[in-house]
């Protein structure tokens, strides 16, 4: 069973993504996490590392992702974790190619379908098993 | 009458039936809370007239004025505020120049939880959904230039309302505006902030004796001050449907006067202070129809539950914003239209001011252009649609008065409910509000999911788009700045004051004195947002949510 970690870093408090994201891989036949709001990047990663999760997915409405996602990834990097990370949330085109570069492996925006985030995780999976 | 209308009714339904086997209907024909909706409504589906009443009289259904928007158009109040007090001061003077009514002030997250910009919880969040005010320094700036004789101002700020509140009567004596001369609104709607919001600091007991401290230093200093903005926009947000939205707010409400009948207010006069904040979304009819049911429920609740007597207590004034969850990053033009139709409801529903939501704001934080077609949406409605012409031009409609009716029914059962578990506190600790709005959110997702319910430009009509927006950045260096400005600051400050007055607000806050009085002394001497909260954190601690999903 894949054991999902969803997150909200920073003092954001939209969580009704995180949330619906959550139930939805619950529903999905996913093993989930939820951190709640205002998680600090150091306790994200320790949850994820403690819960041995396989992927982590944060979300951010605020604008503070380009501070917060970058940080958790040093974070995972510090401690020799190779966790994959999705993120959620508002985040503008060219932010969404930056996160990607520095090795996020996906950017989810407004109005993207549960189904979608579902079968790419999935997807991540079947094909790292190969 | 009615026979005669039954009769008729009957054999048009028999005939409708017999033409529907050779034309079939198709599509969704269910209220956003799954209720059946019937082919066509009558005056049978229209109850007593006593309930619709007229404007400015008890039950309130067609308004709170006599004359409505014939008499004052709704105030046209856009959100804003990012950055810098210096940037934010720039485009209030703009959007003032521009014709906009009032001021509301956005406040970025650290400003809100009560953490200055140089905390560690504040990184990457200084400036970005709000401006970053830090101490009264910020404030000064913020509000440079802007007689506060002249304007109302409203400020979403919940858990840290206290100190924004105490620095504006500051600023106020600065520019020679004594408090009592001071109009404008401040949220300080702390139980929205737990069932959906999340910008609490301290758990909900001594949460709720602030907003109390607040209340009445308002009701002897500040008679002009609305000093709560009930607020049903954020859990409409978090995914509520429209009864939920009514109910759960009106709940809070109730919560509120409870509170300030034990703080030894009369309603009769706390009840004309007491404002409300929703959320305007795509279904039109159902939307005007919940404005009105509202209003509605509060009258009655104010008169029956708290014997409220004055009329004006009674009244359910509101600000509306259209909504931004409904906003879609997919063909963001579309988007204009769609705060068109949320905003034709606010006013077709009788709000008393509006802020209309920028196509862009899916994508980023709106552009200038952007938040200008924003607001020439509500001038156009105002000026050239003709609906404000005549106070409540749906009233009598029979669909409109009969998902009023039903929206009061059903958000009545919702409160009875929250009766039985003891009030809206308790329901919000036990999670129960928080379960019934992250259900609605989810079946809304699966509804959407299964094209059962159709979003232009999302799940039908896609089309593939290329040329990445131009979009509003906030550069990064403002945090540093912000925080270079916030040590200058308490570099030149008297530093010994600020213990002092510090140390008084602890040990009130030990006490049951009422702490408005020590925090205008604290801010001004230049005390900071985080200061004032972290002396208070220290007595009260700090509320931990039970996380539900």
């Known amino acids: 069973m894949i054991k999902v970690l969803i997150a909200k870093p920073g003092l954001d408090g939209h969580d009704r993504g995180a949330k619906v994201i959550a139930r939805a891989l619950r529903d999905a036949g996913m093993e989930v996490i939820y951190t709640g709001i205002r998680q600090t990047p150091e306790q994200i990663v320790q949850t994820a590392i403690d819960e041995d999760v396989d992927i982590l997915g944060v979300s951010i409405l605020s604008g503070a992702h380009m501070k917060l996602v970058p940080r958790i990834l040093e974070l995972l990097k510090e401690k020799g974790s190779r966790i994959p990370v999705f993120v959620g949330g508002i985040i503008p085109e060219d932010d969404a190619t930056e996160l990607k570069r520095l090795g996020v492996i996906e950017v989810y925006g407004p109005g993207t379908s549960t189904s979608e985030i579902i079968e790419k995780i999935k997807g991540y999976f079947e094909n790292a098993n190969i | ?61 067609r308004g709170v004025q006599n004359t ?128 959906a919001r999340g910008t609490y600091i301290y758990p909900p007991k001594p949460s709720m004796r602030i907003i109390n401290n607040i209340f009445e230093f308002c009701s002897k200093e500040m008679p002009l001050w609305n000093t709560i903005s009930v607020s049903g926009y954020h859990i409409r947000e978090a995914g509520a449907n429209a009864v939920q939205e009514v109910a759960f707010t009106i709940a809070d409400g109730i919560e509120y006067v409870k509170t300030a009948i034990e703080a030894g ?16 979304h795509n279904n039109l009819l159902e939307e005007v129809a919940k404005f009105r049911a509202a209003r509605r429920m509060w009258a009655k609740i104010m008169k029956e539950r708290f014997n409220v007597k004055d009329p004006d207590a009674l009244k359910l004034r509101f600000h509306t914003q259209t909504s931004g969850s409904t906003l879609t990053a997919q063909q963001p033009e579309n988007n204009i239209i769609r705060v068109t139709i949320q905003a034709l409801a606010a006013v077709l529903g009788g709000t008393q001011s509006l802020h209309t939501n920028s196509m862009d704001e899916a994508l980023s934080l709106p552009t200038e252009d952007s938040v200008r077609i924003a607001l020439r949406t509500q001038q156009i409605i105002a000026y050239e649609s003709g609906v404000a012409k005549t106070v409540d031009p749906l009233g009598g409609s029979y669909y409109v008065e009969a998902l009023t009716d039903e929206i009061e029914r059903r958000a009545f059962d919702y409160i009875k409910r929250i009766d039985e ?4 506190i308790n329901a919000i600790e036990s999670g129960y509000v928080q379960q019934e709005i992250s259900n609605s ?52 400050r008297d530093n010994d004051a600020v213990r002092e007055k510090l140390e ?46």
Not at chain 2, 537 to 545: C, L, P, T, W
């Open chain 2, 1 to 61: 009458m009615d026979e005669s209308i039954k009769k008729s009714y009957e054999e048009w339904e028999k005939q409708t039936e017999s033409l529907i086997k050779k034309y079939p209907e198709e599509g969704n024909f269910k209220t956003t809370w799954s209720d059946e909706v019937k082919r066509l409504y009558t005056p049978l589906d229209v109850g007593d007239y006593s309930q619709i009443g007229f404007p400015g009289e008890f039950p309130y259904t």
């Open chain 2, 441 to 492: 959110a989810y079946e809304y997702q699966k509804a959407v999911e299964s094209k059962e319910q159709i979003i232009v430009g999302v799940n039908d009509f896609v089309i593939e788009e290329k040329n990445p927006r131009k979009t509003l950045k906030i550069d990064d260096a403002l945090e540093i700045k912000q925080i270079e400005k916030l040590r200058s600051m308490k570099s030149k």
């Open chain 2, 504 to 549: 008084n607000l602890e040990r009130a806050a030990r006490t049951s004195e009422n702490l408005m009085y020590p925090i205008i002394d604290a801010v001004k001497v230049y005390a900071t947002v985080g200061e004032i909260s972290n002396t208070l954190r220290k007595v009260f601690g700090e509320y931990k949510e039970s996380v539900i999903f």
């Open chain 2, 265 to 280: 207010l009369d309603p009769n006069v706390f009840g004309k202070r007491l404002s409300f904040f929703f959320a305007s």
């Open chain 2, 68 to 195: 409505m928007y014939r008499g004052k158009l709704w105030t046209m109040r856009q959100y804003a505020g990012f950055g810098t007090a210096e940037e934010s001061n720039k485009r209030y003077k703009y959007l003032l120049e521009q014709g906009q009514s009032g001021l509301s002030i956005a406040f970025d997250l650290p400003t809100q939880i009560g953490y200055d910009s140089d905390d560690p919880h504040s990184l990457g969040e200084v400036g970005k959904v709000g401006v970053a005010i830090d101490s009264l320094a910020d404030m000064e700036t913020l509000f440079d230039g802007i007689p506060l004789d002249k304007v109302s101002t409203s400020m979403t700020i919940n858990a840290t309302a206290s100190i924004l509140l105490a620095m504006y009567i500051a600023v106020g004596e600065k520019q020679g505006v004594k408090r009592d001369k001071l109009r404008g609104t401040i949220q300080n709607d702390i139980l929205k902030e737990y069932i």
């Open chain 2, 421 to 424: 578990i003891g009030g809206m």
